[in-house]
């Protein structure tokens, strides 16, 4: 079965600086996606990026990019710029191509200190 | 265009109860799905279903039923409800498998 793991439950960044938050999943798949989701206190889960699995170029979005390492099972976010809005839980997921099961990781709470 | 919604936001039950929470999306998505959040917890997936007529099991289904008649409701059922299924439900869709998820606001659910 596929996990998904998050290994900072919280996480501090000034304001303006750039920070990192690790995944790692384990699959013995080779086709599936990955995802990134932002979720504030308002409880809206917001998706941040995705990555396909087939696909080397680590996928980036403004101040948003990952580090895929395939080979590694590793998914890490970066986030430049620390921005006071980008304060929330952050949670990592695996979606399977097979069957389209989705598995979240137990999320990294990110505090921007201003 | 209103996205996914879901009602009600919060419901208090008492142990035994029952009740549906109810999914609408507008977008014509084919996937849908139901999660639970429980705190300090990720989603987990409960049930998921890739069009109309068709449902399948996640991660935790114990306790819960869905169907799937139409595009755009996707209701979750819970027949006797428990203190264990005190959590947070989220409903999302997508347009097709790998797409981006739309998230519902989520519903707060207390079983006393």
């Known amino acids: 079965a596929q996990t998904v793991t998050q290994s900072q439950p919280e996480m501090s960044v000034q304001e303006a600086e750039t920070v990192t938050l690790s995944c790692t999943y384990d699959t013995s798949e080779s086709d599936y996606y990955l995802f990134w989701y932002k979720q504030p206190p308002s409880r809206q889960m917001i998706l941040v990026i995705r990555?396909?699995?087939?696909?080397?170029q680590n996928a980036t979005e403004n101040r948003f990019s990952v580090n895929f390492q395939k080979a590694a099972k590793s998914f890490s976010l970066k986030i430049s710029d620390s921005q006071l809005g980008d304060a929330a839980m952050y949670f990592c997921a695996y979606r399977s191509a097979r069957d389209d099961k989705i598995i979240f990781g137990k999320g990294t709470r990110l505090h921007i200190l201003p | 265009n209103a996205g996914v919604t879901q009602t009600p936001k919060f419901r208090i039950l008492k142990i035994g109860q029952s009740m549906t929470l109810q999914c609408t999306q507008d977008m014509n998505h084919n996937y849908m799905y139901w999660y639970r959040q429980d705190p300090g917890m990720g989603l987990k997936l409960i049930y998921y279903?890739?069009?109309?007529?068709?449902?399948d099991k996640g991660e935790v289904p114990n306790g819960y039923n869905v169907s799937r008649s139409t595009t755009e409701d996707f209701p979750l059922r819970l027949e006797l409800a428990a203190p264990s299924q005190t959590s947070v439900y989220f409903c999302?869709?997508?347009?097709?498998?790998?797409?981006?998820?739309?998230f519902g606001p989520g519903t707060r659910l207390t079983v006393l």
């Open positions: 999302a869709s997508s347009y097709r498998q790998g797409s981006e998820q739309f």
């Open positions: 990555q396909e699995a087939y696909k080397q």
């Open positions: 279903s890739v069009g109309a007529g068709i449902t």
